[in-house]
């Protein structure tokens, strides 16, 4: 189905190419390795992606920018398997880049080109013809903010606009799935909290499926479906942030009486559930459908009051903590 602009206009190429495809998994990794020299990157990561917004989470130095290039098909892998859309990257890598689109992380633009300009341009290398690109181009922008702006040279555009600017031109062709690496670097919290919110539209009017490169905990939580966690070249965690959030695998239980804190840890522990105690409330852990039965019991065996008896829900934060410790 073709998507519609500001203009009006078709956003989806009629002549994009149109590969094989896995079922819904944009991306599928498999003990995928990289190597530059002695500098082991990747050692092994496997992960899948699936439709939506997916935040590639890692610290900086973690790979994220290399495996962005892999997905690209700028890097050929020292071992494992990657497959994007169903395709090689690699071996098939104009088929697979004329699918998507790429925000890098440098701010590096040409000074002297007009935004409308250099949207067309990038545009016309994904293979679209020059009316057409143009067309797009200004829709691009016009959607990304930059209506009024789009005629201005790069070099006097903000670190904001120049960040839109990329947006823009990754979009502009109606790409299949986006790349984003780093996009609020350099923007100040309202700045970063606009342009979240512009890709999370973009992904959701448009029907884009993004994966975003970044450092920030926050911003991943706040605009992501899921998360591929990387660190010391191995992927620690991926899946959806429910799957990641999840209830865990622990249970809090609040007690109205601290002199029954005792009895209950006592029981427990008897059943063979593992328990930290902070003051009046309890946290155990086990499998989380076993150890809430056996919590709930134990309560009533021991009479002691309950205010609160649910199953603990981790923010990405202490997901990102617990798998990188």
């Known amino acids: 189905m ?10 989806r190429a009629s002549d994009a190419p149109q590969g094989p495809t896995t079922g819904p ?16 990157v990747l050692s092994g990561a496997s992960f899948r992606i ?17 495996l962005l ?4 098909g700028l890097h050929a892998t020292d071992g494992g398997s ?3 859309l169903g395709i090689d990257p690699y071996s098939a890598g104009a088929e697979v880049r004329a699918r998507l689109g790429y925000a890098p992380e440098h701010h590096t633009l040409p000074p002297d080109i007009k935004a409308s300009e250099f949207v067309r341009h990038v545009a016309e290398l994904h293979g ?18 930059l209506g009024e702006e789009r005629f201005r040279p790069l070099g006097t555009m903000s670190t904001g606009q120049r960040q839109r600017v990329k947006l823009a031109q ?33 992904a959701t009017e448009y029907d884009i499926d993004v994966v975003l490169s970044s450092h920030l905990l926050d911003e991943v939580q706040q605009i992501c479906d899921g998360a591929v966690i990387i660190g010391e070249g191995r992927v620690l965690a991926s899946g959806s942030l429910e799957q990641l959030r999840g209830s865990g695998s622990d249970i809090v239980i609040e007690l109205d009486d601290p002199l029954t804190v005792s009895k209950v840890v006592e029981g427990l522990q008897a059943a063979g559930v593992t328990v930290r105690v902070d003051g009046r409330i309890l946290v155990a852990s ?14 009533a065996e021991t009479g002691a009051g309950i205010t609160r008896l649910n199953r603990r829900r981790l923010s990405l934060e202490d997901v990102f903590l617990e798998t990188t410790a």
């Open 170 to 202: 990754a979009i502009a062709h109606d790409p299949s799935l986006v790349l984003l690496d780093e996009p609020t670097d350099g923007l100040d919290p309202m700045q970063r909290d606009d342009m979240l919110a512009l890709i999370r539209r973009i």
């Open 50 to 66: 699936e439709p939506g917004i997916t935040g590639l989470l890692g610290a900086n130095g973690a790979g994220k920018t290399t």
């Open 2 to 11: 073709a998507r519609v602009t500001t203009t009006g206009t078709a956003l």
């Open 25 to 40: 998994t944009l991306v599928d990794a498999d003990g995928l390795i990289k190597r530059y020299g002695s500098l082991t």
């Open 128 to 145: 679209l013809p020059k009316t057409e690109a143009t067309t797009r181009a200004s829709d691009a922008l016009w959607l990304v903010g």
């Open 286 to 299: 086990g499998d989380s459908d076993s150890v809430f039965d056996v919590a709930r019991d134990v309560c």
């Open 69 to 72: 290039g892999m997905m690209l």
């Open 82 to 84: 990657l497959r994007v």
